[in-house]
């Protein structure tokens, strides 16, 4: 008996007596053998017939249309099209504004590709820059650089690097889907399901550190999977390629990646001893040429471990810890729980901003079939019988345990739950859903070749389950979606500073006409001027005051004639406006004020309003 997404095949059985492959057996089609033979009774009905028919298309209409080459590809493409559509259109205005990290991540970018340094004048480096006295993980930067240097700093340039890098994740996981359970229609599906999904919409279209993380981790993952599945030493080191460039994507994923490693040992301990020394010797160097330096910078580094001690639960200058707060067991199983809370998974994400609009950040329709999709790759991890293939058992290890892992790094930070911190299990949640989704339907064709009643209800309550989420997921992302693409644009305009860019792009045209000009109203608004006017970075790196005091953000108070700081409310309100910018309602966000300050000096201050 063969197993296809933990349940058995319908076809290519073989039977005794030269029956065809998918006959009926010999022992009268009741499945037993033995059984004692059909009564008048018992005797399938018109119902039945139709029933098992109807199971034998179903499942036939899947697997033939889905064993050539061409309509599993055909399909991911149409998956990639209607994912570029989502991703793609309108990247200038939705998000609505620029937020303080895109801008600074893709101005260290212009700055590295036409320097070799981020904007600190610190020199390129596979470890971290400083942005905001953060230390970000390079690897957003670094993709965005080529980008940035022949288009310039442009807003849809640089969100169109990650929603390009979010597209490619929907054929890495029609590809990890297949290499772990052998069977394309999950790995379509599973593609069609990141492709539409709301929470990996909104990520893609954010130009920040996490959004290539879903990406970089299903390349790793299916890297990993292929290479565990044919044992291929060659396979090895790009698996140690792929991890590695996943573990310097995210500050969560230097965890989570040898988490992973760590947790698939027990499937796959045997394996890894049969791979040649020297193969095993050039991954890990790969590895640890990636990681120790990391790990040396956050733990030696006060600078390196600003992002730890901000953030960690075990650090005395966490910014979110109250005091007296008791780290236990009950404590850290409360923060991973938050992850898979339905609270977090299916009504409001972490309840910031930053969380996709409308509900949580997995559909409400996916529940039933991301209980089903776990029940299965547990019931494969348990089920002991002889003619269960062992490379299931490890690839439902593998995949189960990816996914328990997930929220791990993010339990041991605060504040919980950030979304951000788990972004890369979006891929993951997908696969699961899609072994689900699969799941069903064999149950359905399984059933209808069940005579009785019996088999008869259980295939229709299948195929109506099916029908059900059929109708309920397009009503469910269109509600979504609405959340996104309209409301948004008013919702998320706090989040990303939206009128901010006309009014500095005023002071940009009349810098010259002043000798000074005040900023404030973003975070950091210095990233702005320098992302807008795509200042030379060599005059950055000599002009820019910041004061350093790790392990707390950078404050930059000055470079060239700008000023980043509030004006005194005398001198603000003794100036005329020049230039107000407004929401869609008609509300005023941002404005300029102009004019000689009491002290002779010609002065321009933008502001919040």
Known sequence: MGVVAGLPETENVAVSGGARSGGVPPDGGNGRRGAAPETATSRPTGLDRAGIAAGRRARRLVDRALAGPRWPKALVLAAVLVGAILRLVDLHDLPP??????????????????????HHGHPF??????????????????????????????????????AVIGLAGIPLVYLLGQVVTSRRAVGVVGAWLLALSPW???????????????????????????????????????????????????HTLRLYVPLVLLGILPFYWRTFLRFRPGTLAIATAIGLYVTAPSVWFT??????????????????????????????????????????????????????????????????????????????????????????????????????????????????TLPSPRTLRVVYAMPLL??????????????????????????????????????????????????????????????????????????????????TEYDEIWVSGMPASYAHVLFYSEWDPVDVHAQLVSHRNPPWFNEVY????????????????????????????????????????????????????
């Open 200 to 250: 990996h919409v909104y990520q893609s279209r954010y130009a920040t550190s996490p959004s290539p993380s879903p990406t970089l981790v299903a390349l790793a993952l299916l890297l990993l999977a292929w290479t565990l599945r044919h044992r291929s030493d060659r396979g090895l080191i790009w698996t140690a390629v792929g991890m590695s460039v996943a573990l310097a994507s995210y």
């Open 430 to 511: 997908a696969l699961t859903a899609a072994i689900g989704v699969v799941a069903i339907w064999d149950l359905g064709a399984w059933l209808g070749r069940r005579r009785g009643r019996i088999g008869r209800a259980g295939q229709g309550i299948a195929l109506v389950g099916l029908a059900a989420a059929a109708v309920a997921l397009p009503i469910e992302l269109a509600d979504r979606y609405n959340a996104y693409f309209h409301d948004y644009r008013t919702t998320g305009a706090p989040l990303f500073g939206q009128g901010f860019e006309p009014v500095i792009r005023f002071a940009l045209d009349h810098a």
């Open 299 to 412: 733990l030696r580094d006060p600078a390196g471990g600003a992002r730890l001690e901000q953030n960690s639960v075990f650090t005395k200058n966490s910014l979110y810890l109250p005091p007296g707060t008791k780290i236990d067991l009950p404590f850290l199983l409360g923060q991973y729980l938050d992850y898979v809370s339905p609270r977090f998974l299916f009504e409001v994400g972490d309840g910031w901003l930053e969380s996709p609009p409308g509900g949580g950040v997995e559909l409400r329709t996916m529940l039933p079939f991301l209980l089903v999709g776990l029940a299965i790759l547990v019931g494969t991890i348990a089920w002991r019988g002889t003619a269960w293939p062992s490379w299931r058992r490890g690839m439902a290890g593998l995949l189960l345990t990816a996914l328990i892992a997930v929220p791990i790094p993010a339990a041991l």
């Open 558 to 609: 000055a470079f060239d004639r700008y000023r980043f700081q509030e004006a005194p409310p005398e001198i603000v309100a003794a100036l005329p406006v020049l230039e107000t910018s407004f929401n869609s309602a008609g509300q005023p966000l941002y404005e300029v004020r102009g004019g000689m300050s009491p002290d002779g000096t010609r002065l321009l201050i933008v502001r919040r309003v």
């Open 97 to 118: 504004g620029l937020h303080q990290d895109e801008a600074i991540y893709a101005y260290d970018a212009y700055s590295l590709a036409h320097t070799g340094r981020d």
């Open 125 to 162: 480096n596979l470890v971290a820059f400083e942005t905001f006295g953060d230390w970000t993980p390079p690897v957003i930067t670094m993709i965005m650089a080529p980008f940035v240097a022949v288009f310039g700093l442009r807003v849809e340039v640089i969100r169109a690097v990650t």
